[in-house]
């Protein structure tokens, strides 16, 4: 059953970094837009005849918290018609029509396994989201590691925010790591995800279960080496993003 197009207003739209943006998207028709945190929306933009051609895939980075807003955390593609249009067309009070919530990459009923949340870039998105739902909702759960991957500093999505709840949070640990970063922050990393969590799972292989968000390169290579280590398919779910 295809769920009904909704009207999306835009609320808000803050610049993150010299590439990305924010943007907070009003959902028409209700008072409390309901979704499971890791769930994306689709948004139907002006850019192509054909339906298809317009539609663009985006993950919630807000946790449910009874709004009909949404955040949406958006990197600028070169070349691409739907981001070109959103950061070059689109304002405060633009409308477009939305579909959603949709996907099933999201939180297992049962927090009874360590977890490795590992992205790159915009895919911290639906793990902002998951994380801050376990925040708000004092939900129980084994240790969360947090394993995201940007090439600098001031590429880091939700760095402050994330180092806070990661003091705040119980059992949450927050990992970045950077490629160009000379100079990297207390508690970071310098290189690539892949290293990070080969070496926390080194020091102590308890049962996991690994979320893995962004491009395909880092997402296969990421679920290769944990079958490597010897976790089963079933354990490793994924979310691609391009």
């Given at each position: 059953m295809l769920l009904e197009w909704k009207t999306g207003r835009v609320v808000d739209i803050i610049n993150e970094t010299s590439n990305t943006k924010k943007f907070f998207i009003e959902i028409a028709g209700t008072e409390?837009?309901?979704?499971?945190?890791?769930?994306?929306?689709?948004?139907?933009?002006?850019?192509?005849?054909?339906?298809?051609?317009?539609?663009?895939?985006?993950?919630?980075a807000s946790a449910p918290n009874g709004t009909n807003i949404i955040e949406l955390v958006i990197v600028l593609l070169h070349g691409g018609a739907g981001t070109n249009y959103l950061f070059n067309e689109v304002k405060?009070?633009?409308?477009?029509?939305?579909?959603?919530?949709?996907?099933?990459?999201?939180?297992?009923?049962?927090?009874?396994?360590?977890?490795?949340?590992?992205?790159?870039?915009?895919?911290?998105?639906?793990?902002?989201?998951?994380?801050h739902y376990l925040h708000e909702q004092k939900i129980m759960h084994r240790n969360v590691h947090l394993?995201?991957?940007?090439?600098?500093?001031?590429?880091?999505?939700?760095?402050?925010?994330?180092?806070?709840?990661?003091?705040?949070?119980?059992?949450?640990?927050?990992?970045?790591?950077?490629?160009?970063?000379?100079?990297?922050?207390?508690?970071s990393y310098k290189g690539y995800v892949h290293q990070v969590y080969e070496q926390l799972l080194?020091?102590?292989?308890?049962?996991?279960?690994?979320?893995?968000?962004?491009?395909?390169?880092?997402?296969?290579?990421?679920?290769?080496?944990?079958?490597?280590?010897?976790?089963d398919k079933k354990d490793i779910h994924l979310e691609l993003y391009g």
């Open positions: 409390s837009f309901d979704f499971h945190p890791g769930q994306f929306i689709t948004l139907d933009l002006p850019i192509h005849e054909q339906k298809n051609k317009r539609w663009r895939s985006y993950s919630i405060v009070g633009s409308e477009f029509p939305v579909r959603g919530p949709q996907g099933k990459f999201i939180l297992p009923e049962e927090l009874d396994k360590d977890l490795f949340l590992i992205c790159t870039g915009t895919g911290i998105a639906p793990f902002r989201s998951m994380i394993v995201f991957g940007c090439r600098k500093l001031s590429d880091a999505l939700y760095f402050k925010e994330l180092s806070q709840l990661a003091i705040d949070e119980p059992n949450f640990y927050f990992h970045p790591v950077f490629s160009r970063e000379e100079n990297v922050p207390e508690g080194a020091e102590e292989k308890d049962p996991a279960r690994f979320y893995l968000c962004g491009w395909k390169n880092m997402v296969d290579e990421a679920k290769d080496r944990i079958l490597a280590l010897g976790y």
